[in-house]
């Protein structure tokens, strides 16, 4: 059954009206006609079963049948603190994160990140991100939608984070600490991952990161680019926890 996130104001007295977008998606994409059904999240927790009762230019419409609890959200919270890279392979990771499980995205600013301290994110790059974010969402049926948070400069980052256990993959990393022996002995209910740029994190940047009790570790022999080492750190977290 296909699936659409709305806003509050979408929903009132059981009938659901969809926005423009998703009347075209109904429309043109998906040609679903009236009578047909499709579920609905209101981003609070809930799944709705829609019966569409109007498909026209002027209006798309639904009324609910029935409310149940949405599914899809892993028991454990992963942030990912992702350096901002290149604009396409960072819109892969929100995509594949949200695919994932990723619960909150944090874009950092970071010494060799593709910003730097003063610059800003275009707000229309933004509403990309966020549409991205949606799209995977549905797509992969996830309960709720990820969080988009403001991008961050990593001190602020590293000073910020509540998860109540704190990783940072780093090809240095001694010991062959990996993200399987950080979390062998704990259940943690929160992950944050900090995720480096191109070039990855200098020694300076892992070393306080080390002094606010985020721990460095490895991700294998093979050095992975930054795009891919979120999605492999975040599917490891969640393997762990024994959601993947």
């Known amino acids: 059954m296909h699936r659409f996130f709305i806003t509050s104001d979408q929903m009132q007295d059981g009938r659901v009206s969809f926005s423009d977008d998703q009347a075209q998606q109904i429309q043109k ?5 009236p009578g047909q059904q499709v ?5 609070a927790g809930w799944a709705y079963q829609v019966e569409l009762v109007r498909v026209s230019r002027k209006e798309t419409a639904g009324e609910v049948l029935e409310r149940q609890p949405a599914s899809g959200e892993p028991a454990v919270a992963v942030t990912l603190y992702q350096s901002v890279i290149k604009w396409d392979r960072f819109e892969w990771v929100l995509q594949k994160g949200t695919e994932m ?9 970071s010494g060799r990140s593709r910003l730097k301290a003063n610059d800003t994110i275009n707000p229309n790059k933004v509403a990309r991100w966020q549409r991205i974010i949606v799209e995977a969402a549905e797509q992969s049926r996830r309960g709720r939608l990820p969080e988009l948070a403001p991008a961050v400069n990593l001190a602020e980052a590293m000073a910020m984070r509540e998860a109540e256990a704190a990783l940072i993959p780093w090809e240095e990393a001694e010991g062959g600490i990996t993200i399987g022996t950080a979390l062998a002995s704990r259940r943690p209910r929160s992950v944050a991952l900090f995720i480096g740029p191109e070039g990855g994190f ?6 306080a990161g080390r002094q606010h ?12 680019r930054a795009e891919t080492a979120a999605v492999v750190a975040a599917a490891l977290v969640l393997h762990e926890i024994g959601e993947m």
């Open 29 to 33: 994409v998906l040609r679903l006609r």
């Open 39 to 43: 579920m609905v999240l209101d981003n």
């Open 101 to 109: 499980g990723v619960t909150r995205f944090v874009p950092v600013i």
């Open 202 to 207: 200098s020694e300076d940047e892992v070393v």
């Open 213 to 224: 009790g985020i721990m460095p570790v490895s991700l294998g022999r093979r050095i992975l």
